[in-house]
């Protein structure tokens, strides 16, 4: 009588297993999401260090309008950042040379986060 109840108890442990792997691979998940956050803390380091005195403490600029608001780019404006960026505009200086590119798209890594969070 033991043994006929024995095969229900199986089957209800097989999905409790599933739902074990499915934990384990929702964390993996997580692991492999950390490199896109490395890349917005060492851009939000850069800009604190190269933009911020002028464009403001985490993109809040108070500058009252002389500055160009950064949090004004939108996702389609990343080449003209760039751009401005290697290349500088007026009162902006060129950061060419000064910055490696790796450097500037992590900047704009931070820019994003900032903004479409
Ligand atoms: C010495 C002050 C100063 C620093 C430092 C500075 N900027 Fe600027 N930035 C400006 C000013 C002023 C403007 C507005 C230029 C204009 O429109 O004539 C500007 C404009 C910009 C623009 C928008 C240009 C456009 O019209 O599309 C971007 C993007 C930008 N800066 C990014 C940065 C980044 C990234 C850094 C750090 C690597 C930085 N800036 C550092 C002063 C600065």
Redesign the pocket.
């Known amino acids: 009588m033991i043994m006929r109840r024995a095969p229900p108890l199986r089957r209800a442990y097989v999905p409790l297993a599933a739902r074990v792997a499915l934990a384990l691979a929702a964390s993996a998940s997580v692991v492999y999401a950390d490199p896109d956050g490395a890349k917005i803390e060492r851009g939000a380091a ?2 604190g260090d ?6 403001g403490d985490g993109l809040r600029n108070t ?1 009252g309008g ?3 608001d ?1 949090r004004r ?1 939108r996702p389609e ?1 990343h080449d ?2 760039l ?3 290697l290349n500088g ?5 060129p ?1 060419r040379g ?2 490696k590119l790796e450097q ?1 798209e992590a ?2 890594a931070y ?1 994003r986060a900032t903004i479409d969070r």
């Open positions: 850069i800009y190269y933009c911020a005195s002028c464009h500058s002389a500055t160009f950064l780019l404006d003209r950042f751009n401005v960026v505009k007026t009162q902006m200086p950061w000064a910055l500037i900047i704009w820019i």
